[in-house]
């Protein structure tokens, strides 16, 4: 892995944060993006071992091709992708605005494809790549006021398995992850009884970690994992069984 290069999405905070510094911890040349550079910036300086940060809004195609043609130019072409950026904005359908559909679509979907896209042209041409899609097992389950999030999630399986089709003859895999309930900020918006009635349905009977999802990313980019592709791993304590 070290002579390898990652871009992790969405890696200022959470589980992309936590994955991009499983990497670097590694001695992976390690990128990662946010909506800010200074978040960007400040995170991969927090991470050390030579992590870098840019501003990349990816639910702009152009700014993720410039995103993939800057890492190449500092690192080197992305190996490893994990397309982990992601939203919520949550609501019951029938008073749900166009522009939040269209926001938790536009960057948990359609950002996910530019980033497949941008990563592919270089991953075909080494015959060699890793994609990791972070989907949510309520891609899987649906999720009553997340209906925006429950389909850019399910898109994002179909999205996996159709790309691991694409790609599997140029040893390129394509795998998504679904984690269940990980305490990050965007899971602390909940109120203390949606927490409680979550918590008391984990079979293993913790919340998980963003270290805990960063693990399964980090298993399915190893050389280990070169014979998984199309799959979806859920990093969920069990609660979607
Ligand atoms: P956070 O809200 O903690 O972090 C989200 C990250 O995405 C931030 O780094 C943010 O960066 C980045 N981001 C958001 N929009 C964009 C954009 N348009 N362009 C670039 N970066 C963007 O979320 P989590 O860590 O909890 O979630 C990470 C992923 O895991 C998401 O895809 C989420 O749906 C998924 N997930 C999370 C679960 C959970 O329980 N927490 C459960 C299942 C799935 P910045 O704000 O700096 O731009």
């Known amino acids: 892995m070290v002579d390898k290069v990652v871009l992790v999405t969405g890696g200022t905070r ?3 944060r936590a994955c991009a510094e499983a990497f670097a911890r590694e001695g992976v040349k390690t990128a990662l993006c946010g909506r800010t550079e200074a978040a960007a910036q400040e995170a991969a300086a927090d991470i050390g071992g030579g992590a870098k940060g840019y501003e990349a809004d990816i639910t702009d ?6 995103l993939f043609k800057q890492v190449a130019r500092d690192l080197g072409p992305v190996n490893v992708l994990v397309n982990n950026a ?4 949550d609501g019951l359908l029938i008073r749900m605005k166009d522009a939040d559909w269209d926001a938790v679509l536009q960057t948990n979907l359609n950002g996910a ?4 896209r941008a990563a592919a042209r270089d991953m075909l041409k080494q015959r060699g790549g890793r994609i990791i899609n972070m989907s949510s097992i309520i891609g899987l389950r649906g999720q009553a006021g997340q209906a925006n999030y429950a389909a850019a999630k399910a898109g994002l399986v179909g999205l996996t398995k159709s790309l691991a089709q694409e790609f599997a003859s140029r040893n390129v895999t394509v795998n998504a992850v679904c984690p269940g309930y990980i305490e990050t900020d965007m899971t602390e918006a909940m109120t203390d009884e949606m927490k409680e009635a979550a918590l008391s349905r984990i079979p293993l009977g913790r919340v998980g970690t963003s270290e805990d999802v960063a693990a399964a990313v980090q298993f399915l980019a190893s050389d280990a994992a070169g014979y998984i592709t199309g799959a979806v791993l859920t990093v969920d ?5």
């Open 86 to 89: 992601g939203i919520t904005r």
């Open 113 to 116: 494809f530019y980033c497949c």
């Open 61 to 66: 195609p152009g700014a993720v091709n410039e």
């Open 14 to 16: 959470g589980i992309g």
């Open 237 to 241: 304590g069990g609660l979607a069984m």
